[in-house]
């Protein structure tokens, strides 16, 4: 645990910052802001609903075969491996003795989740910015 001393932007408190989160208050442990304003900060907060998240949706804007194809297009370093990515562990389905394989793969600007449910079933998802107030994704 490595806990470093600062200065509160609004205050100017000094107070200890907890850099891996803190045990108690992980809310309260801020960066910028001491406990006291940190507290006030969600306070206010709390007033204000949120409005926008990340989900991942299905999508068939995309083919298994082009996220293949993009996959094996995906640059490599200088001896051959593949450039590292983002990895999933692989999930054992008991009922069929298969194991689900995910990865993530860059296609046209877009990270697509790529889930080979079982053996020649794939599905495909992506992330998007999510409207929760309107309950639909977020364009623009
Ligand atoms: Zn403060």
Request: aromatic share 8%; proline share 6%; charged share 25%.
């Amino acid at each position: 645990m490595k806990i470093i001393r600062k200065e509160c932007n609004h205050c100017g408190t000094p107070y200890r910052h907890t850099l891996s989160g803190h045990i108690n208050n992980p809310e309260l442990n801020d960066d910028s802001h001491c406990h006291e304003c940190m507290g006030v900060i969600l306070k206010a907060l709390d007033s204000i609903p949120k409005k926008f998240d990340y989900r991942h949706i299905k999508t068939d804007e995309v083919s298994v075969e082009e996220l293949l194809a993009a996959k094996n297009a995906l640059p490599k370093t200088l001896d051959g491996m593949p450039v590292p990515r983002r990895c999933f562990p692989e999930l054992y389905n008991l009922n069929t003795g298969e194991w689900t394989k995910t990865q993530q793969i860059p296609y046209n600007g877009t990270k697509y989740i790529l889930c080979e449910v079982t053996k020649g079933i794939f599905t495909i998802t992506k992330r998007v910015l999510w409207d929760i107030v309107n309950d639909k994704e977020h364009h623009g």
